[in-house]
């Protein structure tokens, strides 16, 4: 401790060393959270895209059939007054 009060740059130097290799910890652990979170955002974007897809199919196998339905009903007949 005497060396760091005879020589006070040394001090400074040492500190500010030891808040650069905080600082870069800090930052990785920030780059790896990011990636995470990059990587689930692609997940959730595939998951809803499959989503949509089905929705469409679902959609397109209930309009087919409507209209095989509509196409199967007899007309209603007219009684004649």
Do not use: N, Y
């Not at 040394?10 to 800090?26: C, I, K, W």
């Amino acid at each position: 401790m005497k060396r760091f009060q005879r020589h006070p740059r040394l001090l400074f130097v040492s500190l500010v060393l030891f808040f650069l290799a905080l600082f870069r910890g800090a930052v990785s652990a920030q780059d790896s959270a990011i990636e995470t979170l990059k990587r689930q955002l692609a997940d959730m974007q595939q998951q809803m895209q499959k989503m949509v897809e089905r929705i469409e199919q679902l959609e397109r196998e209930k309009a087919a059939e409507q209209a095989q339905s509509s196409q199967a009903e007899p007309l209603p007949s007219r009684s004649a007054p």
